[in-house]
């Protein structure tokens, strides 16, 4: 795979899971990263875990104002930026009839406003580099799947956004596009991993017999962001063992 040296890369979420196996395998690659995330302990960890070429800045992203003071202290700390990695999100399982209105608003802030609002502040700077960005959508995207209809229908906004926003940002260069995991391992997913029949029932309907590992999804998200893939935008790739074909 392409070498990042020189490249900065942006990783909401990246404390953890499968933002903390994107930057790790961004930063063997050369690049310099940036990762976010809430709670500032799980941050300073990784990044002392990630080594000299990571840094972090803590924030919500869900909060208004916060997607553009990420974008100023990552150029700030580091002068350019390469690849936006919209990783950070958040679901709950569960009936319509048992999700208030506070859960409903806290997804899509996290999952649909905030990679908006991330974009659109990135766009300056990714269109100094020709950037690239990835938004981590999911196969419960376009799945049919019980009980989780706000976080599924938020994945399914990130993945027409991506469509939509290559058209608009493919003009000045920008690539736009998404990976959307399968079932992964990682704290995202206690709930599914603690329930045997659900697990079992994912695993038999997985064309390659496993769940998948954060750094599955770190390959794609590197693959999507070479420049080999320059001619590729737009678009969202499955990156789930085969489940959903
Ligand atoms: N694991 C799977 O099976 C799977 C499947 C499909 C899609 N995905 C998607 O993959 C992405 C990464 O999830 P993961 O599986 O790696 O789980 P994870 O380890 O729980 O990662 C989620 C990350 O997002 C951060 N985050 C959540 N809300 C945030 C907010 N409001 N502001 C800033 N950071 C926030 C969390 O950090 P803090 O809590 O410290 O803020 C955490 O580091 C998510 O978008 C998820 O929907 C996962």
Redesign the pocket.
Same mark, same amino acid.
């Given at each position: 795979m392409e070498n990042f040296e020189n490249n900065v890369v942006l990783i909401?979420?990246?404390?953890?899971? *499968?933002?903390k196996a994107t930057a790790s395998a961004f930063i063997a690659k050369g690049a310099k990263v940036v990762i976010?995330?809430?709670?500032q302990s799980?941050l300073e960890e990784t990044t002392q875990e990630l080594g000299a070429q990571a840094h972090f800045v803590a924030? $919500?992203?869900?909060k208004k104002g916060e997607p553009a003071r990420i974008i100023e202290e990552t150029i700030r700390k580091f002068g350019r930026l390469d690849v936006l990695v919209n990783?950070?999100?958040?679901?709950n399982m569960g009936p319509l009839s048992e999700i208030s209105d506070e859960e409903i608003e806290g997804i899509y802030r996290?999952?649909v406003f905030a990679p908006l609002a991330l974009i659109r502040e990135a766009t300056p700077h990714l269109a100094n580099s020709k950037g690239a960005i990835i938004n *981590?959508?999911?196969?419960?995207a376009r799945g049919i799947m019980p009980g989780v209809v706000a976080y599924a229908s938020s994945?399914a906004a990130v993945d027409h956004a991506t469509r939509l926003l290559a058209a608009e940002l493919g003009l000045i260069g920008i690539r736009v596009n998404a990976v959307a995991?399968?079932?992964?391992d990682? $704290? *995202?997913?206690t709930d599914v991993k603690s329930n045997e029949e659900m697990l079992g029932m994912i695993i038999a309907q997985t064309p390659m017999g496993r769940l998948?590992e954060?750094k599955d999804i770190a390959n794609a998200v590197l693959l999507l962001s070479d420049s080999r893939a320059g001619w590729i935008t737009g678009q969202s790739v499955q990156a789930g063992g085969g489940f959903l074909l």
């Open positions: 909401t979420g990246g404390g953890t899971g *499968i933002g976010t995330g809430r709670r799980v924030g $919500d992203v869900s990783n950070a999100g958040t679901g996290t999952n *981590i959508s999911s196969v419960a994945k995991p399968g079932l992964t990682t $704290d *995202i997913t998948g954060p």
